[in-house]
């Protein structure tokens, strides 16, 4: 079935440090691939997507480029703030023919310490 | 537009009590879906309606119900709550009939079975 892998946390940086968050998935189909943060007691947010094999999704100076060769969709960003501390999670859309469900990762908690 | 709106936020229960979940959604959305999350175990699909009159288990609907009282609201029922059911809910909508399924999240309700 569907599956995504992302790097356990916790992840503790100092402000203004480079990220990297990985994330595999399951080869299946072609999917699309998010990432998603949550916010201390908020809900989930998109944060970027990519549609198709080499595409770059971006947003807030967060990257990530969706890699069929390697399955990953590796978040980063180049210098990380105190309020980018947050959960984030990777995700990807379902192979099946009328399946409406997202497969998340596990989550990996950011903490930004200035 | 509000997006997806959960009530209540907070709720605290003793073992053995019912309650209803409510969720409601303004972006006309088809597809809507309620997760649980717990520390460690990431987000985990409960149910999910693809669509208006349709609804189907997730991977823990156990304990669980749910009624598609028409395309805006998706409603969690649990009947008879017992302490393994104490997480944060988060309902989620999507258009549903685009490849991308890109999911909006509802900002959550903390509930604590005593």
């Known amino acids: 079935g569907d599956s995504v892998t992302q790097m356990e946390g916790p992840v503790t940086l100092s402000e203004e440090a480079f990220l990297t968050i990985n994330c595999t998935y399951t080869a299946t189909g072609y999917p699309s691939l998010f990432w998603y943060v949550q916010y201390p007691g908020e809900g989930l947010q998109l944060l970027l997507k990519a549609t198709k094999a080499d595409d770059k999704g971006s947003n807030k100076g967060f990257e990530a480029t969706y890699r069929k060769e390697t399955t990953s969709f590796h978040l980063e960003k180049g210098s990380v703030q105190v309020s980018d501390s947050a959960v984030y999670f990777c995700a990807r859309n379902p192979s099946g023919a009328g399946s409406y469900q997202l497969t998340f990762g596990k989550g990996t908690k950011l903490s930004v310490i200035p | 537009n509000a997006g997806v709106t959960q009530t209540p936020k907070f709720q605290v229960l003793k073992t053995g009590q019912s309650m209803t979940l409510q969720c409601a959604q303004d972006m006309n959305h088809n597809s809507m879906y309620w997760y649980r999350q717990d520390p460690g175990m990431g987000l985990r699909l409960i149910y999910y309606?693809?669509?208006?009159?349709?609804?189907d288990k997730g991977e823990v609907p156990n304990g669980y119900n749910v009624s598609r009282l028409n395309k805006r609201e998706f409603s969690l029922r649990l009947e008879s709550a017992a302490p393994s059911q104490t997480s944060v809910y988060f309902c989620?909508?999507?258009?549903?009939?685009?490849?991308?399924?890109?999911?909006?999240f509802g900002p959550g309700t903390r509930l604590t079975v005593l």
């Open positions: 309606s693809a669509s208006e009159g349709t609804t």
């Open positions: 989620a909508s999507s258009e549903g009939q685009l490849e991308v399924h890109e999911q909006f």
